[in-house]
């Protein structure tokens, strides 16, 4: 994809370097800090905060879904496919967080869908944590959405009435206690613009909302936006924008005011297309399994990464503006 934000690699000088006088000069200048080695250890390198752009709907970006429920001994411990690096070492702590990070860039993604629960709120804590530490390194992180899980935020509860100006409450307030754990972390200059927009417009996400809530055609636009700019546009004007909402594409009924839809765990396939508001989204996998919550459940073989790559090979990069 011809993505926005994709450099995997600290902001530095760059090609000012590329010259015999620009290195000349910077052979000097690492002499002169080899010379000085009490000076330059008593200084802390400053932060390396920098500015980065709204996305708008014509751009193309790669998204990706990012689940944090991960201690060294809780949350997602079993599965066929084993971390490298052993499962023990996925903790849930900002270091663990950074690797992680480190590798989505890799990968070129753009956008991180930030699952969205009342539990695991530590392991999302420290995600926003290791994303601001990157940031004051000079790194070019992804930008963060929330992802709204309403069949596990109100699983074996009352369901949400949405006709009621509590069930308003109630679905907005876990948009908001995202938002609110992101700044309480991301202290750094420019946090703002790491948090993804469009048109300078927050992106919200959502999965199944049919389920767990009810009378989905009593929430409003106006009801979604009015909660936010009350909470966050004093601080933050661009909440004062409106938003952009970003639903499930394959199960209906999804939110009335939904701008984009979007494949998002539907579907067990490599590679699925959608198209809504002139906006083609694809969805890619490179494997799938969930036999250790269903039965007999799906399983999608990852089989040495070639369904992946054949699937990235069907993405149409002049229609396709979302993976």
Same mark, same amino acid.
């Given at each position: 994809?011809?993505?926005?934000?994709?450099?995997?690699?600290?902001?530095?000088?760059?090609?000012?370097? #590329? #010259?015999?006088?620009?290195?000349?000069?910077?052979?000097?200048?690492?002499?002169? %800090?080899?010379? %000085?080695?009490? %000076?330059?250890?008593?200084?802390?390198?400053?932060?390396?905060?920098?500015?980065?752009?709204?996305?708008?709907?014509?751009?193309?970006?790669?998204?990706?879904?990012?689940?944090?429920?991960?201690?060294?001994?809780?949350?997602?411990?079993?599965?066929?496919?084993?971390?490298?690096?052993?499962?023990?070492?996925?903790?849930?702590?900002?270091?663990?967080?950074?690797?992680?990070?480190?590798?989505?860039?890799?990968?070129?993604?753009?956008?991180?869908?930030?699952?969205?629960?009342? $539990?695991?709120?530590?392991?999302? *804590?420290?995600?926003?944590?290791?994303?601001?530490?990157?940031?004051?390194?000079?790194?070019?992180?992804?930008?963060?959405?929330?992802?709204?899980?309403?069949?596990? *935020?109100?699983?074996?509860?009352?369901?949400?009435? %949405?006709?009621?100006?509590?069930?308003?409450?109630?679905?907005?307030?876990?948009?908001?206690?995202?938002?609110?754990?992101?700044?309480?972390?991301?202290?750094?200059?420019?946090?703002?613009?790491?948090?993804?927009?469009?048109?300078?417009?927050?992106?919200?996400?959502?999965?199944?909302?049919? /389920?767990?809530?009810?009378?989905?055609?009593?929430? #409003?636009?106006?009801?979604?936006?009015?909660?936010?700019?009350?909470?966050?546009?004093?601080?933050?004007?661009?909440?004062?924008?409106?938003?952009?909402?970003?639903?499930?594409?394959?199960?209906?009924?999804?939110?009335?005011?939904?701008?984009?839809?979007?494949?998002? /765990?539907?579907?067990?396939?490599?590679?699925?297309?959608?198209?809504?508001?002139?906006?083609?989204?694809?969805?890619?996998?490179?494997?799938?399994?969930?036999?250790?919550?269903?039965?007999?459940? $799906? /399983?999608?073989?990852?089989?040495?990464?070639?369904?992946? #790559?054949?699937?990235?090979?069907?993405?149409?990069?002049?229609?396709?503006?979302?993976?």
């Amino acid at each position: 994809m011809n993505a926005i934000a994709t450099v995997a690699r600290p902001r530095t000088l760059g090609g000012e370097w #590329s #010259s015999p006088r620009r290195r000349g000069a910077r052979l000097a200048w690492l002499v002169l %800090l080899a010379a %000085l080695p009490q %000076l330059a250890g008593a200084q802390s390198p400053p932060a390396l905060f920098t500015p980065a752009p709204t996305f708008f709907v014509t751009n193309h970006y790669v998204a990706a879904s990012v689940f944090h429920w991960f201690t060294a001994n809780g949350g997602q411990l079993t599965g066929p496919w084993r971390p490298i690096e052993g499962r023990n070492n996925w903790t849930g702590t900002s270091e663990f967080w950074q690797g992680q990070i480190k590798q989505m860039m890799a990968a070129n993604i753009d956008v991180l869908y930030v699952h969205l629960i009342p $539990s695991s709120e530590a392991q999302r *804590t420290n995600l926003f944590i290791a994303l601001n530490q990157l940031r004051a390194e000079g790194y070019d992180t992804p930008k963060v959405a929330p992802f709204l899980d309403p069949m596990i *935020t109100w699983d074996q509860q009352p369901l949400v009435n %949405l006709a009621t100006a509590a069930g308003k409450d109630e679905f907005v307030g876990q948009y908001l206690r995202f938002y609110h754990q992101y700044f309480g972390v991301s202290t750094g200059a420019y946090a703002d613009d790491y948090l993804a927009r469009q048109a300078n417009k927050p992106i919200l996400d959502t999965w199944h909302v049919q /389920f767990n809530c009810t009378n989905l055609t009593s929430l #409003s636009r106006a009801d979604v936006s009015n909660r936010l700019s009350a909470a966050l546009g004093a601080a933050h004007p661009y909440f004062t924008n409106g938003f952009v909402m970003v639903t499930t594409a394959l199960n209906p009924p999804t939110l009335s005011f939904a701008d984009e839809k979007v494949p998002q /765990f539907e579907i067990t396939q490599y590679y699925y297309a959608f198209t809504y508001n002139t906006v083609r989204s694809v969805q890619l996998k490179g494997g799938y399994w969930d036999q250790n919550i269903r039965n007999p459940g $799906s /399983f999608l073989a990852r089989a040495g990464g070639l369904p992946y #790559s054949n699937a990235w090979h069907q993405v149409d990069r002049t229609l396709v503006r979302r993976v």
